[in-house]
């Protein structure tokens, strides 16, 4: 089995717009998601790996400092009573004594932020604490007081009672922050120290973690995304697939959608456009056949024009012919004779009177068809009329030869214009004497049915050939023309019959029947 380009054309556009629709919008959304993910996952661990441990150690010397000015106006508050801060933190350390603002400082330091903090009075050597790292952090100080400092050191803040430094321990292999100094009473040492070592190791654990989240977030949120995005694709594949139906002129199609959001207002108002289109495209249908009527119309004006003027010239030119050459043989002496020159000019006198006779029925015809020459409807006797037709026809019926039958002596009254009936029954009446063959008869009946009378003249003669029934009524059309042109016929004369008729919005016909043929029309009835 094979496809045609014509018929695989179609299926391949619909395959493709399938695929362009699975692989549009809603995919979009989705790799727009995984790649925002990713941004901001590479950013984070970018911010980690190079910005945290820097903020770490901010924090940290922000801490440090907040503990010294603490400490400081505690100190210089203590000497101002004549006091010494060493005194008060005794209460730290032993089992009975009261919790004091520094202390609870101390403490706070020690247990949240991971910091050591060793105080001792210059004067007395006083140490707090007195544990083991108190004297290790105790002998530190003194070393930094005396300028002994690892060149390794790292200077962050320089004042003119402490400093705060980042250095490096051998013992433990890392680096800590520490600050150290005198407090402003003057006679109170301190320094503080707090771990750094671990920062790096946290950043990696912390990069680490946030790559195993991270990860599984983009798979989920990419999932969760893949999905929900067809809450909002769908309505735009419907209005997609509208579309694609309007671009096929299927204005049957419409949106259905109840949603109030943009996709909403695009979908209502593509089905106003989709009404709209329709109905201007019916209008342009309606325009565009009225036009074709038109031109229609035209053409066939001009064709029956044409053929009016063909048959005119052709009807003109046998009469016109004899006229001519008889009045050349009068004028060069041919006829000698009275009786000759009687001859001629009775030959031009009634080619003149046919051509006359054509020309009165051609503006009767022309009046009739463009409707300038309307019925004047009155009620008459459509059998007395029949009778002063036949009365006024009788000469011409003897030299025929005819015998016409009708036997309507009552009256019968019709709705007609009376001067026109009268036309139409003398050319029923002609064309039957001019048709007469065999017995010679004509015979008229009036029928009548429920609101109308028909009427039919009946002639003896040859049947008209069938293919010709429906042309009679045709201007100039002739059966047999040498037989119409010797009794002087045009061919205009039915189709006079046929304007008139029309003209009442009757109608009228012919058929063979046996032994001859009848002609008929009908008119409303007067009853």
């Given at each position: 089995?094979?496809?045609?380009?014509?018929?695989?054309?179609?299926?391949y556009l619909q395959i493709r717009g399938e695929r362009r629709m699975k692989h549009s919008i809603r995919v979009k959304f989705t790799m727009i998601f995984i790649g925002l993910m990713a941004a901001v996952l590479v950013s984070m661990w970018a911010v980690n790996s190079f910005f945290l441990e820097g903020f770490y150690a901010k924090q940290k010397l922000r801490l440090?400092?907040?503990?010294?000015?603490?400490?400081?106006?505690?100190?210089?508050?203590?000497?101002?009573?004549?006091?010494?801060?060493?005194?008060?933190?005794?209460s730290l350390f032993s089992s009975d004594g009261e919790q004091t603002e520094a202390s609870r400082l101390l403490r706070l330091m020690n247990d949240k932020y991971n910091t050591t903090i060793v105080i001792q009075d210059s004067i007395t050597g006083e140490l707090i604490p007195l544990a083991k790292d108190g004297k290790f952090l105790a002998d530190a100080l003194h070393?930094?007081?005396?300028?002994?400092?690892?060149?390794?050191?790292?200077?962050?803040?320089?004042?003119?009672?402490?400093?705060?430094?980042?250095?490096?321990?051998?013992?433990?292999?890392?680096?800590?922050?520490?600050?150290?100094?005198?407090?402003?009473?003057?006679?109170?040492?301190?320094?503080?120290?707090?771990?750094?070592?671990?920062?790096?190791?946290?950043?990696?654990?912390?990069?680490?973690?946030?790559?195993?989240?991270?990860?599984?977030?983009?798979?989920?949120?990419?999932?969760?995304?893949?999905?929900?995005?067809?809450?909002?694709?769908?309505?735009?594949?419907?209005?997609?697939?509208?579309?694609?139906?309007?671009?096929?002129?299927?204005?049957?199609?419409?949106?259905?959608?109840?949603?109030?959001?943009?996709?909403?207002?695009?979908?209502?108002?593509?089905?106003?456009?989709?009404?709209?289109?329709?109905?201007?495209?019916?209008?342009?249908?309606?325009?565009?056949?009225?036009?074709?009527?038109?031109?229609?119309?035209?053409?066939?004006?001009?064709?029956?024009?044409?053929?009016?003027?063909?048959?005119?010239?052709?009807?003109?030119?046998?009469?016109?012919?004899?006229?001519?050459?008889?009045?050349?043989?009068?004028?060069?002496?041919?006829?000698?004779?009275?009786?000759?020159?009687?001859?001629?000019?009775?030959?031009?006198?009634?080619?003149?009177?046919?051509?006359?006779?054509?020309?009165?029925?051609?503006?009767?015809?022309?009046?009739?068809?463009?409707?300038?020459?309307?019925?004047?409807?009155?009620?008459?006797?459509?059998?007395?009329?029949?009778?002063?037709?036949?009365?006024?026809?009788?000469?011409?019926?003897?030299?025929?030869?005819?015998?016409?039958?009708?036997?309507?002596?009552?009256?019968?009254?019709?709705?007609?214009?009376?001067?026109?009936?009268?036309?139409?029954?003398?050319?029923?009446?002609?064309?039957?004497?001019?048709?007469?063959?065999?017995?010679?008869?004509?015979?008229?009946?009036?029928?009548?049915?429920?609101?109308?009378?028909?009427?039919?003249?009946?002639?003896?003669?040859?049947?008209?050939?069938?293919?010709?029934?429906?042309?009679?009524?045709?201007?100039?059309?002739?059966?047999?023309?040498?037989?119409?042109?010797?009794?002087?016929?045009?061919?205009?004369?039915?189709?006079?019959?046929?304007?008139?008729?029309?003209?009442?919005?009757?109608?009228?016909?012919?058929?063979?029947?046996?032994?001859?043929?009848?002609?008929?029309?009908?008119?409303?009835?007067?009853?």
């Amino acid at each position: 089995y094979t496809l045609s380009l014509h018929d695989a054309l179609p299926i391949y556009l619909q395959i493709r717009g399938e695929r362009r629709m699975k692989h549009s919008i809603r995919v979009k959304f989705t790799m727009i998601f995984i790649g925002l993910m990713a941004a901001v996952l590479v950013s984070m661990w970018a911010v980690n790996s190079f910005f945290l441990e820097g903020f770490y150690a901010k924090q940290k010397l922000r801490l440090l400092e907040n503990a010294y000015e603490n400490l400081n106006a505690i100190a210089v508050d203590k000497e101002f009573q004549g006091q010494n801060i060493t005194e008060e933190l005794q209460s730290l350390f032993s089992s009975d004594g009261e919790q004091t603002e520094a202390s609870r400082l101390l403490r706070l330091m020690n247990d949240k932020y991971n910091t050591t903090i060793v105080i001792q009075d210059s004067i007395t050597g006083e140490l707090i604490p007195l544990a083991k790292d108190g004297k290790f952090l105790a002998d530190a100080l003194h070393r930094y007081i005396l300028g002994i400092i690892d060149p390794r050191t790292e200077t962050l803040i320089s004042q003119d009672d402490h400093q705060v430094q980042k250095i490096y321990d051998r013992r433990s292999q890392g680096y800590y922050l520490q600050s150290w100094g005198f407090f402003d009473d003057n006679r109170t040492m301190f320094i503080m120290s707090m771990p750094l070592a671990s920062i790096h190791d946290s950043v990696n654990i912390s990069n680490e973690f946030l790559a195993y989240v991270g990860l599984a977030a983009l798979v989920l949120g990419s999932a969760l995304m893949y999905y929900a995005t067809k809450k909002v694709v769908s309505p735009i594949r419907s209005l997609a697939a509208l579309s694609a139906r309007m671009s096929e002129l299927d204005f049957e199609a419409r949106y259905t959608g109840d949603s109030e959001d943009e996709i909403g207002v695009l979908g209502h108002s593509m089905n106003t456009l989709s009404e709209k289109l329709k109905e201007t495209i019916g209008e342009l249908k309606t325009a565009n056949n009225e036009l074709q009527k038109d031109i229609e119309e035209k053409i066939k004006i001009d064709e029956t024009r044409k053929e009016f003027i063909a048959n005119v010239s052709h009807e003109l030119k046998t009469p016109i012919a004899l006229i001519q050459g008889y009045a050349e043989g009068l004028t060069e002496g041919m006829a000698e004779d009275e009786d000759s020159r009687n001859y001629y000019c009775e030959v031009i006198m009634d080619e003149a009177g046919k051509m006359n006779k054509m020309v009165k029925q051609l503006l009767t015809l022309t009046a009739l068809e463009f409707g300038n020459d309307m019925p004047v409807m009155e009620r008459f006797d459509i059998a007395a009329l029949i009778h002063g037709i036949l009365s006024s026809a009788g000469i011409l019926l003897q030299q025929k030869e005819a015998r016409v039958v009708f036997d309507q002596e009552e009256p019968v009254w019709v709705w007609a214009d009376e001067f026109k009936i009268e036309e139409v029954i003398t050319n029923y009446l002609n064309n039957a004497m001019n048709h007469l063959e065999g017995e010679r008869r004509i015979e008229i009946r009036l029928e009548r049915k429920e609101k109308e009378v028909r009427i039919t003249v009946f002639n003896t003669g040859r049947h008209i050939p069938e293919e010709d029934l429906g042309n009679l009524w045709t201007k100039f059309y002739k059966v047999d023309k040498a037989r119409t042109r010797e009794y002087g016929g045009s061919g205009i004369g039915l189709s006079i019959v046929k304007a008139i008729m029309d003209s009442h919005n009757k109608s009228c016909g012919v058929e063979n029947v046996n032994g001859g043929v009848e002609f008929w029309f009908t008119v409303d009835s007067g009853i």
